[in-house]
Structures are given as structure tokens and as C-alpha cells.
């Protein structure tokens, strides 16, 4: 059988991973409520999610469904079961932006959920050599009027030191 996920969500109660998609054979669109069981506000989001993505039963519903969207949905469960609501986990997910934080305070889990968001974004803008709009070498003009910083090694010659 052959299935595409069109769209992936939440059920909170009872826990659960919703996923719409199509029977590529019918052309029908169709719902799979897969339950999350022995998951608890301790657990561990990315093992919960590959565990999902590759089980034998409902691997064929999450195959076109990226690991990342998978973990996102069990932080969502696993930040309601430690009592947040939907919008503050949503906000807790997005974080501060990109230069406001200092990386070294967060911990390991947090630390990795950030490098796994910078992969997945620097892997969207990449560009490849079969890429329609890629060029290999790009040379750029700089004009000559433009304003140069100074910086006081500038001054020194090589021979003061």
C-alpha cells in the first residue's frame, strides 16, 4: 500500500499522532489516529519519534513525514503533559531569535533540538549542483568608493615586529 501524509497533528486526549493522507492506489483521503503509549513528561522526544517513524505498523502512514515534524509533535505532548498550553509551547519551541541566546546555558536536550533546527534550514537554503539556479563560481565587483573600516594594525608595517 502506498500513502502520502497531506497533514500531521496532535490529539491530546487520549495521546495521540493524527495523520491525513492518501491511498495513492484510490486517490482517497484518509485519517490514521496512531496512539502514543508509555510516553510521559520525562520522556525522551527524539527516541519517541524515531520509535514512531520506523515502527512496523505505522511506518508506512509517517514515511513522507520528516523526523524533525515528528519530534516537534511529541514536545508538544510531552510540554502539555508538564501542564504548558499549546501557545506557550509553541512559543518555547521557536525560542529567541538566532543571535539572542546564549547557546552554552542551554542543556543537551535543548542544545541538540537548536543544531537539529539550524541543520534543517541551512539543508532548505542549500543549494546543490543540480540545482536549476546554482553557479559554481559567483565573482563580485566591489566599487571603490565604498567606505573601508580602518583598524589600528593598519598602521604598523610588518618590519615593527
Known sequence: M???????????????????????????????????RNFSQYSDCSRAAERLK??????????SVSLAQLERLHLILRDHLRGLSL?????????????????????DEELNRRKAQMDELFERHRRRKNDPD???DIEVEFPENSARETCSWD????DEF
Open 87 to 107: 501557545e506557550e509551547s509553541l512559543a518555547a519551541q521557536r525560542g529567541p531569535g538566532p543571535n539572542d541566546e546564549d547557546l552554552n546555558k542551554l542543556s
Open 134 to 136: 546554482f553557479v559554481y
Open 54 to 63: 520506523y515502527h512496523v505498523r505505522h511506518s508506512v502512514y509517517v514515511e
Open 2 to 36: 502506498s500513502t502520502v501524509a497531506k497533514r500531521c497533528g496532535l490529539k491530546f486526549d487520549p495521546p495521540s499522532i493524527v495523520v491525513i493522507y492518501e491511498n495513492e492506489n484510490t486517490g482517497k483521503m484518509r485519517k490514521r489516529v496512531i496512539p502514543v
Open 155 to 158: 598602521n604598523h608595517s610588518d
